[in-house]
């Protein structure tokens, strides 16, 4: 699977069948004098609409949502906003943010890391990442298991961090030489790790192809959708939440329409899972713990928000 940035969404995530029956009835009980009473009636139905909080929406209004996820996460008057002022001890639970730190650090230690001629890392320098970055339980032994020599994506923590690192403009491949950009070693200094951590969770959710973490196909409208799911998050799991029931509700209802396959078992949890939860825990923002199940096709397991998630992520409802 190659990756891709994801694409803008061309249409707006929200469908409205109550708007359409609400106008349909008005069109059918009354008369119009002109065309232009007709657009203003028409227009205050949609205006009403479109400002009332929708039960389906998590309360919002159709108005908040559309603010929500076109937000572009920087400017001051965005609907969802990233905190780069955290401290480095504050981010010491960020697992992705300890690597970043730890694999520009390398390639700074080497003066450049030559790349392969696919345009990945050497077996060597992935063999030394290999005993330096924060991994899962059990993952350093298992790829040593099933691998009698290592490239760079049986380490694929490693592969999806450096794709990471380049897209966020921290490495560069000049030369056939992987290196550390000005930004890279500016943003390295423990001053700047709040900074670093915004700008890897900006490019993590809004330039990485999250569907290149899954087998779920692209599945337009999750990620472009992203910024509901976090302020869903950020409303319900502020304690232990079952993560095939807490799933149901981090997705628009246009979204989940537009799946394909349009239903098979777990496929809302599935698409939570890979495309929110892991990265999110990735980051710290969320702890995870496994639960008893009978059911063979997933573990279940429970989620819940840390401390870190409201300090970093902040919602305006405004609208």
């Known amino acids: 699977m190659s990756q ?16 359409d029956a609400e106008i349909k009835k008005v069109l059918a009980e009354r008369e119009f004098s002109s065309l232009e009473e007709l657009n203003r009636v028409v227009g205050s139905i949609v205006e009403r609409y479109n400002r009332k909080p929708q039960a389906d929406l998590g309360g919002l209004s159709p108005v908040q949502v559309s603010r929500l996820v076109h937000s572009d996460w920087v400017s001051q008057d965005s609907a969802i906003r990233l905190n780069s002022k955290l401290t480095l001890e504050e981010l010491e639970g960020a697992r992705i943010l300890v690597n970043a730190r730890l694999f520009l650090a390398a390639v700074l230690e080497e003066s450049g890391i030559k790349a392969t001629a696919t345009g ?3 077996r060597k320098f992935v063999e030394v990442m290999l005993d330096r970055i924060a991994l899962p339980d059990g993952y350093a032994e298992s790829v040593r298991a099933v691998n009698k020599v290592i490239n760079e994506e049986d380490l694929f923590p490693l592969h999806v961090l450096r794709i990471l690192l380049v897209m966020a403009g921290l490495v560069r491949r000049t030369k056939g030489v992987f290196r550390v950009t000005k930004i890279g070693k500016d943003l390295l200094s423990d001053s700047k790790a709040g900074e670093l951590f915004a700008l890897l969770f900006f490019t993590k959710f809004r330039k990485f ?3 290149y973490m899954s087998w779920g196909g692209e599945q337009g409208g999750v990620q472009e959708t992203a910024a509901f799911a976090l302020y869903r998050l950020s409303r319900l799991a502020n304690s232990w939440q079952n993560a095939e029931t807490l799933a149901e509700h981090l997705l628009l209802p246009a979204v989940v329409e537009r799946l394909d396959p349009p239903e098979y ?3 809302i949890l599935s698409l939570c899972e890979s495309r929110i939860f892991t990265p999110l825990a990735e980051f710290g923002l969320i702890e995870r713990r496994e639960l008893p199940s009978e059911k063979k096709w997933h573990k279940a397991f429970e989620v819940r928000k840390t401390q870190l998630f409201d300090r970093f992520l902040r919602f305006c409802e405004g609208g």
Do not use: I, Y
């Not at 707006?12 to 109550?18: D, I, M």
């Open 265 to 267: 078992p777990g496929r």
């Open 209 to 211: 192809n999250l569907a």
């Open 120 to 122: 990945n890392l050497t």
């Open 4 to 19: 891709e940035r994801g694409d803008t969404p061309t249409r707006s995530p929200l469908l409205a069948p109550e708007l």
